[in-house]
């Protein structure tokens, strides 16, 4: 036991006098917090100075949007949840991108939010904004501080409900309620909040147990609960009594280990025909630990692959996921893991031999898929085909490698040439889609663990909105991988220019410095790759310096994914004349 651990358990046998900010940070150790990420403000330098000394972390960021998408990639590793801090005004409102994409992703979060001092409040004083207004809609809770003596009380409450409804809480305390004095008891979490959950209803439980021995064809779709939960092996003895094809959801691709015989990757946009052929003809789906959003569902490849006549049974930990976006046979709210323990267990009390002829048909969706994959790899770009690009970036990274991946036409293009044997190295930008996420992600992963090789696969757009973090990387000794696709363009909106607006490219060009000269002078690697064959090369020396390291690979500006959104886009149709050339009949025509 640590010191601090030891001073926590001290400070929990009974009432004290202290500090609101000692309340906090004492309240922090007792949740396991070992790192805070933010930029350094007036408004909490009382509690900052208490950092060293209690043995968390302090790691300042260059922006604070950055600090959101560390903490939130660091609990997607650990399960631990993240905690950010800035100050008042200015710092908070920058995290709102970050803590918005958070929210979407169902990540675990304590944003700790010094507000203006109670006697300026509504004297619009300087760096005053009223925060709680605005991460109302992107947190699951905004907690106000409104004495000093509850500091520590309304901070576990944001932990409880952090946990309880996966995602982040917004812990508003005005800058003043830092200084004073107070007593309290400091709680052990345990006291306070219960982090697992049941197996869920057990008639729901029987029902299901009862369509999946009866299907023909059933199919299992792991999601990010499956991960959080620690439940893939049981989700595989499941696979294996059915011999069901297990898919991933969108973006998930950690969520079940590629090389499981029964595994066929991830569906959703610019995923895995093997899945989504899977899927289509599923008369049993077996959904566990995942919301079946809306986009990680659509039709891809032009294959309108969501089944509508199969029964779906839905796990999920939030009832408020339950049948939100498709209709379902069966809905059990409870623990990915504990429900399919209980799933498992009933179902192995009928022997049932495996079906060589179903795992055959598996095997061959799967492969075919994987040489299509490589063969549209192999055609030849200018400089380098981007999906040539991809597959080698996955085949130099090492197996417990954890791969961030930015959005845009490359990131997305990577959910279909990403494999993971291992949960939790996947971390993607999910549904928020935000750009600069990959790389504070990456390093968020890297503190979480300092022994994985750590990788950031992103556009060179979205690297503008992120190279910035090239010196948190130097500052803190993170070895992370950048691996900048550039193309030179907004790929994803330049696809649209091409397929809908008859190639008029407006801001979609990017003209950009050497990101590898960059780096350098920032004190990290650079590689600049132009050549299919360097790339290799180029990652095996970046994991052999240990040094933060920017892999600049030009890729092919031709070579571009389908429209992200073309279910949300429309031929231009123009009615007055001077914008008559632009009418899709017009050059449709030509």
Same mark, same amino acid.
């Given at each position: 036991? $640590? &010191?601090?651990?030891?001073?926590?358990?001290?400070?929990?046998?009974?009432?004290?006098?202290?500090?609101?900010?000692?309340?906090? !940070?004492?309240?922090?150790?007792?949740?396991?917090?070992?790192?805070?990420?933010? +930029?350094?403000?007036?408004?909490?330098?009382?509690?900052?100075?208490?950092?060293? $000394?209690?043995?968390?972390?302090?790691?300042?960021?260059?922006?604070?949007? =950055?600090?959101?998408?560390?903490?939130?990639?660091? $609990?997607?590793? $650990?399960?631990?949840?993240?905690?950010? +801090?800035?100050?008042?005004?200015?710092?908070?409102?920058?995290m709102v991108t970050s803590v918005?994409?958070?929210?979407?992703?169902?990540?675990?979060?304590?944003?700790? =939010?010094?507000?203006?001092?109670?006697?300026?409040?509504?004297?619009?004083?300087?760096?005053?904004?009223?925060?709680?207004?605005?991460?109302?809609?992107?947190?699951?809770?905004? !907690?106000?501080?409104?004495?000093? =003596?509850?500091?520590?009380?309304?901070?576990?409450?944001?932990?409880?409900?952090?946990?309880?409804?996966?995602?982040?809480?917004?812990?508003? +305390?005005?800058?003043?309620?830092?200084?004073?004095?107070?007593?309290?008891? +400091?709680?052990?979490p345990h006291q306070y909040r219960v982090d697992a959950r049941g197996s869920g209803d057990p008639a729901s439980i029987e029902k299901a147990v009862e369509l999946l021995k009866n299907a023909k064809n059933p199919v299992i779709l792991s999601g990010r609960g499956v991960v959080?939960?620690?439940?893939?092996?049981?989700?595989?003895?499941?696979a294996e009594h059915l011999t069901a094809p297990v898919a991933v959801s969108y973006m998930h691709n950690d969520a079940f280990p590629a090389d499981h015989p029964l595994a066929v990757g991830p569906i959703g946009y610019m995923g895995s025909k093997a899945a989504m052929l899977s899927i289509q003809k599923a008369d049993v789906l077996l959904a566990i630990g995942t919301r079946l959003s809306v986009f990680g569902t659509?039709?891809?490849?032009?294959?309108?692959?969501?089944?509508?006549?199969?029964?779906?049974?839905?796990?999920?930990?939030?009832?408020?996921?339950?049948?939100?976006?498709?209709?379902i046979e069966v809905g059990i709210i409870g623990d990915a893991k504990s429900a399919s323990d209980e799933i498992l267990k009933q179902l192995q009390r009928d022997k049932?031999?495996?079906?060589?002829?179903?795992?055959?048909?598996?095997?061959?969706? &799967?492969?075919?898929?994987?040489?299509?994959?490589?063969?549209?790899?192999?055609?030849?770009?200018?400089?380098?085909?981007?999906?040539?690009?991809?597959?080698?970036?996955?085949?130099?990274?090492?197996?417990?490698a954890i791969i961030a991946t930015d959005i845009g036409n490359v990131s997305s293009t990577a959910n279909a040439y990403l494999h993971f044997n291992q949960s939790r190295r996947h971390l993607a930008a999910l549904t928020f889609g935000n750009c600069g996420f990959a790389y504070p992600a990456a390093m968020g992963a890297?503190?979480?663990?300092?022994?994985?090789?750590?990788?950031?696969?992103?556009?060179?757009?979205?690297?503008?909105? =992120?190279?910035?973090?090239?010196?948190?990387?130097?500052?803190?000794?993170?070895?992370?991988i950048a691996c900048v696709f550039n193309n030179k363009s907004w790929a994803a909106e330049k696809k649209n220019q091409v397929d809908f607006y008859n190639n008029r490219f407006v801001g979609s060009d990017i003209e950009a410095p050497d990101f590898a000269e960059v780096a350098r002078s920032m004190g990290a690697l650079g590689f600049t790759v132009d050549k299919a064959e360097d790339i290799g090369p180029a990652i095996e020396e970046a994991l052999k310096a240990k040094r933060p390291a920017i892999i600049d690979i030009h890729v092919d500006g031709t070579m571009l994914a389908p429209p992200f959104r073309k279910d949300a886009l429309e031929l231009p149709t123009r009615f007055l004349e001077k914008y008559k050339h632009l009418d899709y009949q017009t050059w449709k025509d030509e």
């Open positions: 036991m $640590t &010191k601090s651990q030891v001073e926590v358990e001290n400070v929990v046998a009974k009432k004290v006098k202290m500090t609101p900010s000692e309340a906090i !940070v004492e309240t922090l150790l007792a949740e396991g917090v070992k790192d805070i990420y933010g +930029i350094l403000g007036s408004a909490f330098m009382d509690m900052l100075d208490l950092l060293p $000394t209690a043995g968390i972390r302090f790691i300042p960021v260059r922006h604070e949007q =950055s600090s959101g998408h560390m903490a939130d990639a660091y $609990t997607r590793v $650990t399960g631990v949840a993240g905690v950010v +801090i800035g100050q008042n005004g200015p710092g908070i409102t920058n918005a994409a958070a929210n979407q992703a169902h990540t675990p979060m304590v944003i700790i =939010s010094p507000s203006a001092g109670t006697p300026t409040i509504g004297w619009d004083g300087f760096q005053e904004c009223d925060q709680v207004s605005i991460f109302k809609s992107i947190t699951k809770e905004t !907690v106000r501080v409104t004495h000093r =003596s509850r500091v520590a009380e309304t901070l576990r409450t944001a932990f409880r409900i952090a946990y309880a409804e996966r995602g982040p809480v917004l812990y508003d +305390i005005p800058r003043d309620y830092f200084y004073g004095e107070l007593e309290d008891q +400091i709680l052990s959080d939960a620690n439940g893939t092996d049981v989700v595989a003895q499941i659509l039709p891809a490849y032009d294959i309108n692959y969501f089944p509508k006549d199969a029964k779906i049974i839905q796990i999920d930990i939030n009832p408020r996921n339950i049948a939100r976006t498709h209709p049932r031999e495996v079906d060589s002829s179903r795992l055959q048909k598996i095997n061959k969706l &799967k492969e075919e898929w994987e040489q299509e994959l490589i063969d549209l790899a192999m055609v030849e770009g200018t400089p380098i085909n981007p999906r040539r690009a991809l597959l080698e970036v996955r085949k130099a990274l090492p197996d417990n890297q503190i979480a663990e300092p022994d994985s090789p750590t990788c950031a696969i992103v556009g060179d757009g979205a690297w503008g909105m =992120s190279l910035h973090e090239i010196s948190t990387a130097v500052e803190q000794k993170l070895p992370v």
